[in-house]
């Protein structure tokens, strides 16, 4: 860590991950304003970053490189993994990749909360700003953004791969070419933001070296906040977990939706009562943590056959569809077919997991403090499939799958189904439940009347002048797609609309 001390930035930025980076890109294209970006990870340069983390094939990244957190899933499943990066760049270093950006219907979700200002039209120019891609029709796509962005064809995925895609269309599923356009409803292959085999996360592509060498940004890695330091009820700087005070004119926690929340309750921010139980003095009370939102995944795996053995590119296709029970123009359950599952899990050494993923839950759950001990993880508790309506939909997904699996278009790469076998279906979802790696609404943004609100529609905490969040946590519905492109996408509006003029 280099000293921080006597550094008073304008804005330190609290977390140098997906929304991070982009706020540090984007606040210091103005040269009068100074910018320290804190890494509790390592802030590797661009040439320094490990295999682990540029091989789009390594998900989560090595132990290293990752916080070491689980969560609750259920009521059968009590502990997961609740993999989220350590590391300049985030989880977009660690995670597969799938660059699909949140449809319309999604945003509309958030005006529910009173985020009317969040228009569609405004949140796809800004895709569009963000995205940097060749493909796809130019009403629909970027060209020449900071965030890469390549469309897998049916013909660079593996054999297996293809046969999944083949299978779902013999179905009777649409076959999509690009699931960034007009028509995302079907079987394709995935947009990734893997270039050249290199998966291209924010601490490459938004802090470049020219980014970097920037006079007016300064980026310090293996610092950990603990709380944010306040006078006056304002927000003045943070407070690291070696007691370093580092001041600020302004504040933006941008650590992620179990980081963030964290700080945000140590600080004095949160439920009165539960602050109360720990000692901690109240700054605001705000619903911090308690309506927190992730999406069920559950692996259905087959072993290849011997003579189909190719798992190259590892991610690479996927089934987009609205479940029997699917709320009007919704899409909500993804059968995502990869080859993420360890070869050695196979008896022929090699695995094809269409697995099944319900991105658009009712079910919510929570996040609380253990002690005010910055190095203890929190209480993450998922609840996933908690109502009812989830538990039929994900079991539709699964069953489709498996559906899928047994088709003869698909049968002829695999040799048998791992998972889930012959168990009580119910039962073996319930308790082999993972996370798709999407929290939100940890702090989510809303209008004022809405009880939900942490924070106004740009990122402001409700009644603390100085401090914003700016991150996953304020998503206040989940997407109906991996969340990466969604969280820049929300960093990137923000940096606008709130420092830049609309």
Same mark, same amino acid.
């Given at each position: 860590?280099?000293?921080?001390?006597?550094?008073? %930035?304008?804005?330190?930025?609290?977390?140098?991950?997906?929304?991070?980076?982009?706020?540090?890109?984007?606040?210091?294209?103005?040269?009068?304003? @100074?910018?320290?970006?804190?890494? =509790?990870?390592?802030?590797?340069?661009?040439?320094?970053?490990?295999?682990?983390?540029?091989?789009?094939?390594?998900?989560?990244?090595?132990?290293?490189?990752?916080?070491?957190?689980?969560?609750?899933?259920?009521?059968?499943?009590?502990?997961?993994?609740?993999?989220?990066?350590? &590391?300049?760049?985030?989880?977009?270093?660690?995670? %597969?990749?799938?660059?699909?950006?949140?449809?319309?219907?999604?945003?509309?979700?958030?005006?529910?909360?009173?985020?009317?200002? *969040?228009?569609?039209?405004?949140?796809?120019?800004?895709?569009?700003?963000?995205?940097?891609?060749?493909?796809?029709?130019?009403?629909?796509?970027?060209?020449?953004?900071?965030?890469?962005? !390549?469309?897998?064809?049916?013909?660079?995925?593996?054999?297996?791969?293809?046969?999944?895609?083949?299978?779902? &269309?013999?179905?009777?599923?649409?076959?999509?070419?690009?699931?960034?356009?007009?028509?995302?409803?079907?079987?394709?292959?995935?947009?990734?933001?893997?270039?050249?085999?290199?998966?291209?996360?924010?601490?490459?592509?938004?802090?470049?070296?020219?980014? !970097?060498?920037?006079?007016?940004?300064?980026?310090?890695?293996?610092?950990?906040?603990?709380?944010?330091?306040?006078?006056?009820?304002?927000?003045?700087?943070?407070?690291?977990?070696?007691?370093?005070?580092?001041?600020?004119?302004?504040?933006?926690?941008?650590?992620?939706?179990?980081?963030?929340?964290?700080?945000?309750?140590?600080?004095?921010?949160?439920?009165?009562?539960?602050?109360?139980?720990?000692?901690?003095?109240?700054?605001?009370?705000?619903?911090?943590?308690?309506?927190?939102?992730?999406?069920?995944?559950?692996?259905?795996?087959?072993?290849?056959?011997?003579?189909?053995?190719?798992?190259?590119?590892?991610?690479?296709?996927?089934?987009?569809?609205?479940?029997?029970?699917?709320?009007?123009?919704?899409?909500?359950?993804?059968?995502?077919?990869?080859?993420?599952?360890?070869?050695?899990?196979?008896?022929?050494?090699?695995?094809?997991?269409?697995?099944? =993923?319900?991105?658009?839950?009712?079910? !919510?759950?929570?996040?609380?403090?253990?002690?005010?001990?910055?190095?203890?993880?929190?209480?993450?508790?998922?609840?996933?499939?908690?109502?009812?309506?989830?538990?039929?939909?994900?079991?539709?997904?699964?069953?489709?799958?498996?559906?899928?699996?047994?088709?003869?278009?698909?049968?002829?790469?695999?040799?048998?189904?791992?998972?889930?076998?012959?168990?009580?279906?119910?039962?073996?979802?319930?308790?082999?439940?993972?996370?798709?790696?999407?929290?939100?609404?940890?702090?989510?943004?809303?209008?004022?009347?809405?009880? *939900?609100?942490?924070?106004?529609?740009?990122?402001?905490?409700?009644?603390?002048?100085?401090?914003?969040?700016?991150?996953?946590?304020?998503?206040?519905? &989940?997407?109906?797609?991996?969340?990466?492109?969604?969280?820049?996408?929300?960093?990137?509006?923000?940096?606008? @609309? %709130?420092?830049?003029?609309?």
């Amino acid at each position: 860590m280099s000293d921080t001390r006597n550094h008073r %930035a304008d804005v330190v930025i609290v977390g140098g991950g997906a929304a991070g980076a982009v706020l540090a890109y984007r606040l210091t294209e103005d040269p009068n304003r @100074t910018v320290l970006l804190l890494e =509790a990870g390592r802030a590797y340069g661009v040439d320094g970053y490990t295999d682990d983390l540029n091989d789009p094939g390594h998900v989560p990244a090595a132990e290293e490189h990752e916080w070491g957190y689980t969560a609750r899933g259920g009521a059968l499943r009590p502990e997961m993994i609740a993999a989220r990066a350590k &590391v300049l760049g985030g989880c977009t270093a660690h995670n %597969a990749t799938t660059a699909m950006r949140a449809r319309p219907s999604d945003i509309l979700d958030w005006h529910r909360h009173g985020l009317e200002d *969040w228009t569609v039209e405004d949140v796809m120019d800004t895709f569009r700003t963000l995205e940097n891609t060749p493909d796809g029709d130019d009403a629909y796509h970027g060209r020449t953004g900071p965030f890469p962005i !390549r469309h897998h064809q049916y013909e660079t995925v593996t054999p297996s791969l293809q046969g999944f895609i083949d299978a779902c &269309v013999e179905e009777g599923y649409p076959r999509v070419t690009d699931f960034n356009g007009p028509e995302p409803a079907g079987a394709g292959a995935d947009p990734v933001n893997v270039v050249d085999g290199v998966r291209q996360h924010t601490g490459l592509c938004y802090l470049t070296e020219e980014v !970097r060498n920037r006079p007016n940004l300064k980026i310090s890695g293996d610092v950990m906040v603990d709380h944010v330091a306040f006078e006056q009820g304002r927000a003045v700087g943070v407070i690291t977990d070696k007691g370093v005070t580092i001041p600020a004119g302004e504040v933006i926690l941008s650590a992620g939706s179990y980081g963030s929340a964290a700080i945000l309750l140590r600080s004095g921010i949160g439920p009165s009562a539960d602050l109360a139980e720990l000692g901690i003095e109240l700054v605001a009370d705000l619903p911090v943590g308690q309506h927190m939102q992730d999406q069920p995944f559950y692996y259905n795996a087959y072993a290849l056959k011997r003579e189909y053995l190719q798992m190259t590119p590892k991610v690479g296709a996927l089934l987009w569809l609205a479940s029997s029970e699917a709320h009007e123009d919704q899409l909500d359950l993804h059968i995502t077919a990869t080859h993420l599952t360890p070869p050695e899990y196979s008896p022929t050494g090699g695995a094809v997991t269409p697995s099944i =993923a319900l991105v658009k839950p009712d079910s !919510r759950g929570t996040l609380t403090l253990r002690s005010t001990d910055p190095h203890e993880q929190p209480n993450i508790d998922c609840n996933f499939l908690f109502e009812p309506r989830d538990m039929r939909r994900m079991l539709e997904g699964v069953r489709l799958s498996r559906k899928i699996g047994r088709h003869p278009a698909m049968a002829k790469f695999t040799e048998l189904e791992i998972l889930p076998g012959d168990d009580a279906l119910e039962q073996a979802v319930a308790s082999n439940l993972e996370s798709y790696g999407h929290p939100v609404c940890t702090a989510p943004m809303g209008g004022p009347e809405h009880p *939900w609100t942490v924070v106004d529609s740009q990122g402001a905490v409700k009644g603390v002048p100085g401090l914003r969040v700016v991150d996953a946590s304020i998503i206040p519905v &989940v997407p109906s797609v991996a969340i990466s492109p969604t969280t820049l996408m929300v960093a990137e509006r923000i940096a606008k @609309t %709130a420092y830049r003029g609309s």
